[in-house]
């Protein structure tokens, strides 16, 4: 069974990527961080990214990485919204749903 990569490709490029709230979780420091994106599906990699090459803008986060190892990390997603709720709000609904959760888990803003 042969892959058309082509189709494959243009596939993956036109899917839909969900936006919603993450938390980013360290047990051993016992903190949370709550962040919301547009791009849910894929925010772990990026923020795993910058974090390993010490470039994230978020110091504390930062701070607990290097002294914790990426291992003692993990990411959640605390709630996905649908395009119907961001299309009348925008980025103004994240935040908010953001915000509520940060209040809820007592965590910290992630910038």
Known sequence: ???DKRAA????RDRKSAAGIYAVRCAAAGLIW???TLTLDTIQ???WFMLRQKGHPDAVLQRVWNEQGGAGFTLDALERVKDEDLSA???GELKKRAA?????????DLI
């Open 1 to 3: 069974m042969a892959i």
């Open 9 to 12: 490709k243009a596939a993956y």
């Open 34 to 36: 709550v962040g919301h």
């Open 45 to 47: 990699n990026r923020l």
């Open 89 to 91: 709000a925008g980025d």
């Open 100 to 108: 509520r959760w940060r209040t809820e888990l007592g965590a910290l």
